[in-house]
């Protein structure tokens, strides 16, 4: 499974999502790539709002998404950090 995840510096929703991650790890076999909008990698994707989340190429979320989306989504993708 891969999770690509594209966002923009000052972006109060990327910052939302980012907050989210941080509680989050990547399960074994799970692929997250963190890009940046502009960089040459996150211009493959068809995307027009940030966030911008893919999941296995597909796109998920695409600019501002509720909280409950959001967290179903990455606990689908990773699992809670053992604290």
Same mark, same amino acid.
């Given at each position: 499974? @891969?999770?690509?995840?594209?966002?923009? &510096?000052?972006? &109060?929703?990327?910052?939302?999502? /980012?907050?989210?991650?941080?509680?989050?790890?990547?399960?074994?076999g799970?692929?997250?790539?963190?890009?940046?909008?502009?960089? &040459?990698? /996150? =211009? /493959?994707?068809?995307?027009?709002?940030? &966030?911008?989340?893919?999941?296995?190429?597909?796109?998920?979320?695409?600019?501002?998404?509720? @909280? @409950?989306?959001?967290?179903?989504?990455?606990?689908? /993708?990773?699992?809670?950090? =053992?604290?």
């Open positions: 499974m @891969k999770l690509t995840i594209i966002t923009k &510096p000052l972006c &109060p929703y990327c910052g939302l999502l /980012a907050e989210y991650l941080a509680r989050y790890q990547a399960k074994e799970t692929e997250l790539s963190l890009l940046e909008d502009g960089q &040459p990698d /996150a =211009q /493959a994707y068809d995307y027009y709002y940030l &966030p911008a989340v893919f999941l296995d190429g597909r796109r998920v979320i695409h600019g501002k998404t509720d @909280k @409950k989306e959001l967290i179903a989504l990455l606990e689908q /993708a990773m699992q809670k950090k =053992q604290e």
